[in-house]
């Protein structure tokens, strides 16, 4: 299994940014996918999630009401709607994997893959 994050950029603070997942492996429909962002010194922390029927996502507090997880199976992608960028959503994004798991999944030892992250940076 590997997932390809992209769609990171620099952008000033109150703009919009959407990440893509592109998850390549077997039937990917059973996989709960999650996004999680880190800065240099810190671990890395829950953005969102969303499980693999779809139905169901997860938000932090800190990015509820701005971000918003969704999925596209016919296209193996999952994207993260980031608006009204904040200076403190600079961090490199990364969007994880679990096979076979049901519900949403907030902790990264819940997860199986990882792509290779995506840097976000905003100004203000």
């Known amino acids: 299994v590997q997932l390809q994050a992209s769609g990171g950029g620099s952008v000033q603070a109150g703009s919009s940014l959407r990440l893509s997942c592109r998850v390549s492996g077997p039937a990917f429909i059973v996989y709960s996918i999650g996004w999680f962002r880190q800065t240099t010194g810190k671990e890395r922390e829950f953005v969102a999630a969303?499980?693999?029927?779809?139905?169901?996502?997860w938000y932090a507090d800190s990015v509820k009401g701005r971000f918003t997880i969704s999925g596209d199976n016919a296209k193996n992608t999952v994207y993260l709607q980031m608006n009204n960028l904040k200076p403190e959503d600079t961090a490199v994004y990364y969007c994880?994997?679990?096979?076979?798991?049901?519900?949403?999944?907030?902790?990264?030892?819940?997860?199986?893959?990882w792509g290779q992250g995506t840097q976000v940076t905003v100004s203000s």
């Open positions: 969303i499980d693999h029927g779809g139905s169901k996502t």
């Open positions: 994880a994997a679990a096979e076979g798991a049901s519900g949403v999944l907030v902790t990264t030892r819940e997860y199986d893959y």
